[in-house]
């Protein structure tokens, strides 16, 4: 049986609001446009995994209210595979304000789609997934300690081996672990950052969140050795860098080109959709070049579309490795 994919995260509404520039205190401004769309990290991800006709489930809490009412209909037309049963409590939502030249900033609300709780795991098998992913933003409340019993668990309980194609280094048989750490990274304990370190994983993260981690813990060649599995920094428009280390103390670095782009509409769900992009070639059977060739394309369809996910016209789409 061919295995999946397991995007744990949140899912909540993107309320998306056009300005000419983000206000300055005490500013009266009027915004452009204003929609409401789903969005979350683990979702943005998910529906890169479904351009691409990726099997995965999408652990994903949903709550009460009218962002959860949303959110509910969303994943059922969609089909995405949820395990959990909805729980009560408000879902949040994401106020993303996108400035003229397509740069977004969030205000968010965390609602329940950001409380795990360890019984959301029970009937999960680490063994049926290939790769796993979670973002750092899903580990800053007290539900990080049910997330990271899984995760160790999943580390620990090794299944069959997981084929990294391109990739000598992937030594271990667990389900190959993506972690993004988030805009917020400088926000989650030190504790909880080196637990994750510590499971192997592949790190995908823009140029300010490496910046952050590459001085946390004393260079790039510190956090090579401690995850033992390539680093991916996006870099917008400049494309993405793959670093690996040979020998287990050279750094080897390929810078991967941007696709390029006619406008920039908004840059919500770029970051997201890369990272799903890369996990899709993998499970694809791809280099981890090519594979990050592919989600730079993917990206930069994102950009040029507003809201964080973009969708295929027909089915046999899916077929079409090129987009």
Do not use: W
């Not at 205190?25 to 204003?34: A, E």
């Not at 795990?116 to 999960?124: G, L, M, V």
């Not at 539900?143 to 000598?168: C, M, Q, R």
């Not at 926000?187 to 001085?215: F, Q, T």
């Amino acid at each position: 049986m061919e295995k999946k994919a397991l995007i744990i995260g949140s899912t909540a509404a993107d309320v998306i609001i056009e300005i000419d520039n983000l206000p300055r205190r005490g500013d009266d401004i009027n915004v452009s446009s204003q929609s409401l769309a789903p969005g979350g990290c683990a979702y943005n991800v998910a529906s890169a995994l479904d351009y691409f006709g990726k099997t995965f489930d999408l652990l994903s809490p949903v709550g009460t209210g009218y962002y959860g009412d949303f959110i509910c209909k969303i994943l059922s037309d969609r089909g995405f595979s949820t395990p959990l049963h909805r729980i009560t409590g408000d879902n949040g939502c994401c106020y993303c304000l996108v400035d003229r030249t397509g740069e977004r900033s969030f205000i968010c609300h965390r609602g329940v789609e950001y409380q795990f709780r360890e019984e959301f795991f029970s009937d999960i098998k680490s063994s049926d997934y290939s790769f796993i992913y979670i973002c750092g933003l899903d580990l800053e409340d007290s539900s990080s300690d049910a997330i990271l019993s899984f995760l160790e668990s999943a580390h620990k309980n090794k299944g069959d081996t997981v084929t990294f194609p391109g990739y000598a280094g992937m030594h271990s048989s667990y389900p190959c672990l993506f972690f993004a750490p988030g805009p917020r990274i400088s926000h989650m304990p030190v504790s909880i950052l080196k637990n994750i370190l510590n499971l192997n994983p592949v790190l995908h993260m823009n140029e300010k969140e490496s910046a952050y981690l590459i001085s946390k813990f004393e260079g790039i060649n510190n956090l090579l050795k401690i995850t033992g599995m390539p680093i991916i920094s996006t870099k917008g428009g400049e494309g993405a860098v793959i670093y690996e280390l040979k020998d287990g103390k050279h750094v080897i670095k390929r810078d991967i080109p941007a696709c390029p782009v006619e406008k920039v509409v908004d840059t919500i769900g770029a970051g997201d959709a890369h990272a799903g992009g890369v996990i899709s070639g993998l499970m694809d059977g791809l280099s981890l070049k090519d594979a990050v060739i592919q989600a730079n394309l993917i990206s930069s369809r994102i950009v040029q579309s507003k809201g964080a996910t973009i969708y295929r016209k027909t089915a046999s789409d899916k077929d079409n490795k090129n987009l």
